[in-house]
């Protein structure tokens, strides 16, 4: 069974930066996509950010082009999302998750449904 732990989450003035981290258990991390995405309070989950297996590929929510930072280090089973500058409307509790399952990446990457597992969530607050 994989289980994946987010980490570095907090409390942040706008402008600020946070680097989440998304450790996982298994030896077959290495072989699966990975996403980050979000949830605030009173509304759905969303995409924020996707790596592909071999690191390829990265991808973004427009809200996050160009202040955030998806990146894999398969050696040490964790996914990092750096995240700068950031506003207010950041606030969420991120999720990481993982697909495992053979999948079209670029069809894949932004939906929930496109990955197996899921981390408990790690709170991120920016304050105005």
């Known amino acids: 069974q994989v289980q994946l732990v987010e980490s570095g989450g907090g409390l942040v003035q706008a402008g600020g930066s946070l680097r989440l981290s998304c450790a996982a258990s298994?030896?077959?991390?290495?072989?699966?996509?990975l996403g980050w995405f979000r949830q605030a309070p009173g509304k759905e989950r969303e995409f924020v950010s996707a790596?592909?297996?071999?690191?390829?590929?990265?991808n973004y929510a427009d809200s996050a082009k160009g202040r955030f930072t998806i990146s894999r280090d398969n050696a040490k089973n964790t996914v990092y999302l750096q995240m700068n500058s950031l506003k207010p409307e950041d606030t969420a509790v991120y999720y990481c998750?993982?697909?495992?399952?053979?999948?079209?990446?670029?069809?894949?990457?932004?939906?929930?449904?496109?990955?197996?597992?899921w981390g408990q969530g790690t709170q991120v607050t920016v304050s105005s």
């Open positions: 298994g030896r077959t991390f290495s072989i699966g996509n």
């Open positions: 998750a993982l697909a495992l399952r053979l999948t079209d990446y670029s069809r894949s990457y932004y939906k929930e449904d496109g990955y197996d597992y």
């Open positions: 790596i592909s297996r071999i690191a390829s590929n990265t």
